[in-house]
Antibody
Framework: QVQLVESGGGVVQPGRSLRLSCAASGFRFSSYGMHWVRQAPGKGLEWVAVTSSDGSDKYYADSVKGRFTISRDNSKNTLYLQMNSLRPEDTAVYYCAKESTVTNAFDYWGQGTLVTVSS | QSALTQPASVSGSPGQSITISCTGT?????????VSWYQQHPGKAPKLMIYEVRNRPSGVSNRFSGSKSGNTASLTISGLQAEDEADYYC???????????FGTGTKVTVL
C-alpha cells in the first residue's frame, strides 16, 4: 500500500533553515509528480510546491518562491523541501502528497510534520 | 494566485443533502476539468473525495458527487451522515505559473 512519511519538522528561529523529507513506499516513486502542501494552525490548506517525476520541472507558490526548494532523490524514493529564510508565517503542518497522473489530483497524503518558526 | 472561494460553513440534518460551492476564474476552475475535492477530519491528513470535477476514487461513497458550471464547481453530499462532519477543500489546476490552488475551506456540520 502507498505510504508517505514526512520527517524533519521542529522549532526553528526566524531566518534559519530547515529541510523536510518525505519517504515514499508502495508505488513507483519515480513515475509520479510530488507536492508539498501546508496548513497553518487553525487555517486552510495552502499548496506550496510541486516537482515532476524526474525532477526537471518545479513550481512554487508566491509565498515561498526564492526561499524554498523542492527536490527529490528517485534512487532513495524520497522527496525533500529545503526551507531557507524562515518566517513566523511559515509555521504550519507540512504534508507531502502524491500526484495522480493525468487527473492532477493529490491521491495520497502523508501524516504531516509540524514546523514552528519562533524566537 | 488567490485562493478559490468557498463558504465558511454549511450545515444539514442527517439524511439531508448539502452542496458546497467553489468559485474561481477562467484561469483555474473555469478553464480546466482538473477540480478535486478533499475531506479533512480534525488532526488528520486530507483525503481525496472527487477528482476531475465528478469522478470518485475507489472506496469513496456514492453519496458524494461533483459538478461544475462556468467558474464554479460544487460538491454535493446526499444522505448526510454524522461521519461527514469535517472540513472540505476544493482544488484546481491553474494556468498561473504557480500551477495549483486550494479553496478557502468549508466546515460541514451535521445537526
Amino acid at each position: 500500500q502507498v505510504q508517505l512519511v514526512e520527517s524533519g519538522g521542529g522549532v526553528v528561529q526566524p531566518g534559519r533553515s530547515l529541510r523536510l523529507s518525505c519517504a515514499a513506499s508502495g508505488f513507483r516513486f519515480s513515475s509520479y509528480g510530488m507536492h508539498w502542501v501546508r496548513q497553518a494552525p487553525g487555517k486552510g490548506l495552502e499548496w506550496v510546491a510541486v516537482t515532476s517525476s524526474d525532477g526537471s520541472d518545479k513550481y512554487y507558490a508566491d509565498s515561498v518562491k526564492g526561499r524554498f526548494t523542492i527536490s527529490r532523490d528517485n534512487s532513495k524514493n524520497t522527496l525533500y523541501l529545503q526551507m531557507n529564510s524562515l518566517r513566523p508565517e511559515d509555521t504550519a503542518v507540512y504534508y507531502c502528497a502524491k500526484e495522480s497522473t493525468v487527473t492532477n489530483a493529490f491521491d495520497y497524503w502523508g501524516q504531516g510534520t509540524l514546523v514552528t518558526v519562533s524566537s | 494566485q488567490s485562493a478559490l472561494t468557498q463558504p465558511a460553513s454549511v450545515s444539514g440534518s442527517p439524511g439531508q443533502s448539502i452542496t458546497i460551492s467553489c468559485t474561481g476564474t477562467s484561469s483555474d476552475v473555469g478553464g480546466y476539468d482538473y477540480v478535486s475535492w478533499y475531506q479533512q477530519h480534525p488532526g488528520k491528513a486530507p483525503k481525496l473525495m472527487i477528482y476531475e470535477v465528478r469522478n470518485r476514487p475507489s472506496g469513496v461513497s456514492n453519496r458524494f458527487s461533483g459538478s461544475k458550471s462556468g467558474n464554479t464547481a460544487s460538491l454535493t453530499i446526499s444522505g448526510l451522515q454524522a461521519e461527514d462532519e469535517a472540513d472540505y477543500y476544493c482544488s484546481s489546476f491553474t494556468s498561473s505559473y504557480t500551477r495549483y490552488v486550494f479553496g478557502t475551506g468549508t466546515k460541514v456540520t451535521v445537526l
